[in-house]
């Protein structure tokens, strides 16, 4: 069979798909690729699409315009053009978009803390007015803890309603994360290379201007002391314990790596089984009374260490086979899961091509 040919997509960040060629680098017998600018004028007249057998993705995570623009163009890719995408499209949908998140998972019955969006100031008011406290703050985009709100009282969250919709609206905390490992070393690289340093100015000037003006999304607050970080990707299955550090589990990069319950593994199956969620990390929350609760999704994610599990001390991933979990010890989180994801990729691109051309001799 000929080489699969590949389109990786390039957002407004540089190099935010860097881990898809390192990835891919280790599959070059199997395959080649191209580095695509979505966000160019010419995205669409200026490329030969036809060529490509897929495309891999990386939706941004810092500002909402560039967030709206992936999203359409990718579904015209997708859609229009019927090019497989990974991770899926629905996937892409629901990533970073905390509104969207939210209906989604409401009309899906998954369990997850109570949400409300809320586009009118009145309506929001009056809604405080026999909420419990504290409660949720959070903007519709925002990674690593960026713009969570723990808002204890209720003249702080009706603050935080008239600041929204005053013009004033809601920034996301864009304070440098200086206590994270290797830190200083990142500054210096960055000081280094002018082009990179001023790459990065421009990307936080962005978020800064990137303010949430015109809706608020309150969400329950569910007391923890940690949430799981549950990863599936096709069909390997991690989960470990991101530890609270101060009111926040995201962004804390303080793991935990207890022997997961099987019964969660059951919850993260039950979450993307049936809607073909190949890649994605899901936080839930394990109430008091023992209910696992969705607080995230996200189909492209940070990994600070080089596993995403450990059982028994030992790194490795969970399979259902045969309708149970077997653990099968091995390293399989390489460029922070990337390689995975290219594996399954592959592996779906080549039964989908095998498919086709069976069909194509049929019809012959």
Request: hydrophobic share 40%; net charge neutral; proline share 5%.
């Amino acid at each position: 069979m000929k080489k699969l040919h590949l389109a990786i997509l390039q957002n407004e960040v540089k190099d935010d798909h860097a881990l898809w060629i390192s990835a891919c680098q280790e599959r070059q017998n199997q395959m080649e690729w191209e580095v695509v600018d979505i966000t160019r004028a010419d995205w669409l007249s200026g490329v030969d699409w036809s060529k490509f057998d897929g495309i891999l993705a990386t939706p941004p995570a810092f500002t909402m315009p560039f967030k709206t623009l992936f999203d359409e163009r990718v579904q015209i890719l997708h859609k229009a053009l019927e090019i497989p995408v990974y991770p899926s499209l629905d996937e892409i949908l629901i990533y970073e978009n905390k509104k969207y998140l939210s209906y989604w998972l409401e009309a899906k019955q998954i369990p997850h803390p109570k949400t409300w969006v809320f586009y009118h100031e009145k309506e929001a008011l009056e809604f405080l007015t026999n909420a419990e406290m504290p409660i949720v703050g959070k903007t519709n985009i925002g990674a690593s803890g960026r713009g969570i709100s723990i808002l204890k009282s209720k003249a702080e969250a009706i603050d935080y309603v008239k600041n929204t919709f005053s013009g004033k609206g809601v920034a996301r905390d864009l304070t440098p994360k200086w206590r994270r490992k290797g830190f200083a070393k990142r500054v210096i690289k960055k000081l280094l290379r002018p082009s990179e340093f001023k790459a990065k100015l421009q990307q936080y000037q962005s978020q800064r201007a990137d303010v949430q003006k015109d809706f608020v999304i309150f969400q329950e607050f569910i007391p923890h002391s940690f949430e799981w970080r549950c990863v599936r990707i096709g069909d390997s299955f991690f989960a470990h314990k991101k530890i609270v550090k101060g009111e926040k589990a995201s962004g804390s990069l303080i793991k935990g790596y207890d022997n997961p319950p099987l019964s969660l593994m059951d919850f993260l199956r039950k979450v993307t089984e049936p809607f073909h969620f190949w890649s994605q990390a899901v936080d839930i929350f394990e109430t008091e009374d023992g209910r696992y609760l969705v607080n995230e999704m996200q189909c492209i994610f940070g990994q600070s260490d080089p596993y995403q599990m450990l059982v028994d001390g030992e790194p490795g991933r969970y399979v259902y086979t045969d309708g149970e979990w077997v653990f099968e010890p091995g390293d399989f989180n390489r460029h922070e899961s990337f390689l995975l994801r290219v594996n399954h990729f592959i592996d779906i691109l080549t039964k989908h091509t095998k498919r086709l051309e069976h069909e194509g001799t049929v019809r012959v």
